[in-house]
């Protein structure tokens, strides 16, 4: 059996040098306002392996009102959600991630953050896929007021 879940998150630009995005550090004007590390790339990709294994959303798992998940690094939701699904028998067949964003550009990063997030899935780098547009200077992501990622994942049953 295989199943599919989709994730969207977003977050607005505030005081700070960098951003997290898949779980890489990058060098940027701003920061991102956020209760944990405001990895839009892996909140993202944590909705879409809740939703294909049935189990809900981030905010369920890991509420922004526990102080467990002040400034944490978003690694380990995706580690948890994993486990869960691992738990349910469940593994990742691929992951498919689009960054919204006018910057920072993530060129240079794409490799690392697709090891990175395949090394957190547990599947190979080519089933790890990161894309990246603008919104041609419309709304928000536009204003360079903040960024955006969508996911998608496939998973499968092991057991
Ligand atoms: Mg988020």
């Known amino acids: 059996m295989i199943r599919v879940g989709s994730g969207f998150d977003i977050h607005a630009f505030g005081p700070g040098d960098h951003v997290m995005l898949g779980g890489v550090r990058i060098a ?44 944490a690094p978003s690694s380990g939701f995706i580690e948890a959600a994993v486990s869960m699904l691992r738990e349910r028998g469940w593994q990742v067949v691929n992951a498919d991630l689009t960054l919204l964003a006018e910057a920072p550009r993530i060129g240079a990063h794409r490799e690392a953050i697709r090891t990175c997030v395949a090394a957190l899935l547990q599947v190979a780098p080519d089933a790890v896929n990161l894309k990246a547009t603008t919104t041609e200077r419309l709304g928000f992501v536009g204003r360079d007021e903040g960024l955006a990622a969508q996911a998608s994942v496939l998973i499968e049953r092991v057991s």
């Open 28 to 71: 940027h004007a701003a920061g991102v306002r956020a209760h944990s590390d405001g990895d839009v790339l892996l909140h993202a990709l944590c909705d879409a392996l809740l939703g294909a294994a049935g189990l809900g959303d981030i905010g369920q798992h890991f509420p922004d009102s526990d102080p467990r998940w002040r400034g």
